[in-house]
T-cell receptor
Framework: ETGVTQTPRHLVMGMTNKKSLKCEQH?????MYWYKQSAKKPLELMFV???????ENNSVPSRFSPECPNSSHLFLHLHTLQPEDSALYLC??????????????FGPGTRLTVL | GQSLEQPSEVTAVEGAIVQINCTYQ??????LSWYQQHDGGAPTFLSY????GLEETGRFSSFLSRSDSYGYLLLQELQMKDSASYFC?????????FGTGTRLQVFP
């Protein structure tokens, strides 16, 4: 257990559905991240939040909408996704953004399939 | 752009030593990290090199040479549980950029 939980672990949705991914960290960290992991591709950073403020948006399509209501919770709202959005979505947290090793603690991920 | 290249797959036997290389075309980064990810699991932090040279943590060591744009992870006394994917990552201001990943298979 890394102290970062994600729900749901698996999600199947149609292209017209709206769903949300949830991430919670129990480590007292100030920074949280969303990553996309597709087969045979590097981990792709999507969003970075520091103290509930978005500090990085890595050219992610607007059909992905993040929300960080407090430093312990992070959501990823999904709507009108495409089949190529099927991937493992990983949440991570770190003590701060941009200090030291920026060691990140990852959740187990949500395996998303878009039909 | 920023890119980090790793071999896609490495195989070895129990008890052996294996080196996973990471070559990068990235400038202005703060340090090089390594993460391990078992199938179906979350990436977990292994090591960080802020300076050139070798960092040792038990059976794992990591090396960085900025002049050669190169780093590696060295795994000694391999065990079956070391079978996993290994990612290098460079730290930029507020984010990590990850490499392509190397899948290590350890055989008995």
């Amino acid at each position: 257990e890394t102290g970062v939980t994600q729900t749901p672990r698996h999600l199947v949705m149609g292209m017209t559905n709206k769903k949300s991914l949830k991430c919670e960290q129990h480590l007292g960290h100030n920074a949280m991240y969303w990553y996309k992991q597709s087969a045979k591709k590097p981990l792709e950073l999507m969003f970075v939040y520091s103290l509930e403020e978005r500090v990085e948006n890595n050219s992610v399509p607007s059909r992905f909408s993040p929300e960080c209501p407090n430093s312990s919770h992070l959501f990823l709202h999904l709507h009108t996704l495409q089949p190529e959005d099927s991937a493992l979505y990983l949440c991570a947290s770190s003590q701060e953004v941009g200090t030291g090793s920026n060691e990140q603690f990852f959740g187990p991920g949500t395996r998303l399939t878009v039909l | 752009g920023q890119s980090l290249e790793q071999p896609s797959e490495v195989t070895a036997v129990e008890g052996a030593i294996v080196q996973i290389n990471c070559t990068y075309q990235t400038s202005g980064f703060y340090g090089l990290s390594w993460y391990q990810q078992h199938d179906g699991g979350a990436p977990t932090f292994l090591s960080y090199n802020a300076l050139d040279g070798l960092e040792e943590t038990g059976r794992f060591s990591s090396f960085l040479s900025r002049s050669d744009s190169y780093g590696y992870l060295l795994l000694q006394e391999l065990q079956m549980k070391d079978s996993a994917s290994y990612f290098c990552a460079v730290r930029l201001d507020d984010k990590l950029i990850f490499g392509t990943g190397t899948r290590l298979q350890v055989f008995p």
